[in-house]
C-alpha cells in the first residue's frame, strides 16, 4: 500500500499500523497501537504538549548541531535523537530531523529539508511495511537503516575515484585543480565519519533501553544496525588513509617536477657558465688584451663559445644528467 502522493499535513500527520496502515488524528493516538507521524518543525509547536514532549527537545530540534557531535536524550517514558543527515551520493545537501520515540510511538520531524526528501523518504518507508509483523523496534530500525542505504556503492564509487586519481598522479597527469579534488573528498570523508559516528551513537544508545520502550528480545534489531554503521565508518577511515596516502603521493610528485625543474636551471647555468666568464674577459677595457686588433678574433670567439657549449652537453649525456 503506497501513500507517496498522500500529503501529509495538518491533520493527517500520523498513521496507525493496524490491519491496514490507517491515516489518525493526533489525539486518537493509543499505546495500545503501533503508530508512526511525520512533521514539521511548525506542526511539532503545536502537538508536541499533547503528545507529551518537553519544550526543550523541541527547542533543540531547532537549534544548529553539527556532523560531529551526537544530540540524544534518554527520558522515563521517550527518547529524542536529532541527526545531521549527510547523503553519500550527493554530498551538497544536508539535511536535519529530530525522532520522538515513545511506547509505540515514532515521531520524526523535519527540522531542515529544502528538497523534500525527508517526506518522500518517510512516505516510502511506509509503503514497505508490513502491518502484520511491524514492531516499534522495526520500524525505527527500518527508518535508520535507510538512511544509509545505497551507502556502500557510493563508497565504492569513492574508491575507484581515489584509484582513477592515484593513476593520473603515477601517469604525471595531475592538473592544476588536483590538490583542491583531493581537498574536498577529504572533507566528504570527514563529513561521512562524522554523520556514522551519530548513527553509532544512536544505535548503541537505543540498545541500552535505558527507559525500557523496547523489547528486550527485538533489540537484536539495533546492534545489527550499530554493527552497519560501523563497518561504514571504517570503510571511511580506509578511504581517508588513501587519501592521506595519494596526498603524500601528489606531494612526491610536485617536488619531482620542481627538481626537474631546477635541474634543468643548474645544467643551464653550469654549460653557459663558461660563456660569462669568456664574456668577462674579453669585455675588458685594457689597451694590450689578445686578439684586440687579430683579423678572426671575433670568430675564434664565436667558435670557442660553441665548443664550449657542445663540450659540455656532451659530458652531461655521457654522465646521464640529460
Known amino acids: 500500500m503506497s501513500f507517496c502522493g498522500q500529503n501529509i499535513s495538518g491533520d493527517n500527520m500520523f498513521y496507525c499500523f493496524d490491519d491496514d496502515i490507517v491515516a489518525i488524528d493526533c489525539k486518537d493516538i493509543s499505546d495500545k497501537t503501533l503508530t508512526a507521524g511525520f512533521v514539521n518543525f511548525q506542526e511539532l509547536e503545536r502537538v508536541y504538549k499533547q503528545l507529551g514532549f518537553s519544550l526543550k527537545c523541541v527547542e533543540r530540534c531547532k537549534e544548529k548541531g553539527s556532523f560531529f557531535s551526537s544530540d540524544i536524550e534518554v527520558f522515563d517514558d521517550y527518547s529524542f535523537v536529532k541527526i545531521i543527515v549527510a547523503d553519500a551520493n550527493d554530498m551538497s545537501t544536508e539535511d536535519c530531523i529530530g525522532l520522538f520515540i515513545r511506547k509505540n510511538l515514532f515521531l520524526v520531524v523535519s527540522v531542515d529539508d529544502e528538497d523534500n526528501s525527508n517526506q518522500s523518504y518517510f512516505m516510502k518507508l511506509l509503503s514497505h511495511c508490513s502491518c502484520e509483523s511491524l514492531t516499534i523496534e522495526k520500524l525505527v530500525c527500518a527508518f535508520l537503516e535507510g538512511l544509509i542505504s545505497g551507502d556502500n556503492k557510493a563508497l565504492e564509487n569513492a574508491e575507484y575515484k581515489i584509484s582513477s586519481l592515484e593513476e593520473t598522479v603515477l601517469k604525471n597527469e595531475a ?66 588513509d588513501s587519501v592521506v596516502h595519494l596526498w603524500d603521493s601528489y606531494q612526491a610528485y610536485l617536488d619531482m617536477k620542481l627538481n626537474q625543474t631546477m635541474k634543468i636551471f643548474t645544467l643551464v647555468t653550469t654549460i653557459f657558465f663558461p660563456l660569462t666568464v669568456i664574456v668577462g674577459w674579453y669585455g675588458m677595457n685594457f689597451k694590450y688584451m689578445p686578439e684586440l686588433n687579430a683579423r678572426w678574433g671575433y670568430p675564434f670567439v664565436i667558435v670557442l663559445s660553441v665548443a664550449v657549449v657542445v663540450s659540455f652537453i656532451l659530458w652531461f649525456k655521457k654522465k646521464k644528467w640529460l
Open 175 to 240: 592538473d592544476s585543480n588536483f590538490n583542491i579534488k583531493l581537498l574536498e573528498m577529504k572533507n566528504e570523508l570527514l563529513t561521512l565519519r562524522g554523520f556514522y559516528e551519530q548513527l553509532i551513537d544512536v544505535g548503541e544508545a537505543l540498545r541500552e533501553n535505558e527507559n525500557e520502550l523496547f523489547d528486550e528480545s527485538s533489540l537484536k534489531a539495533f546492534r545489527i544496525f550499530t554493527d552497519k554503521a560501523v563497518r561504514l565508518k571504517e570503510n571511511v577511515d580506509l578511504l581517508r
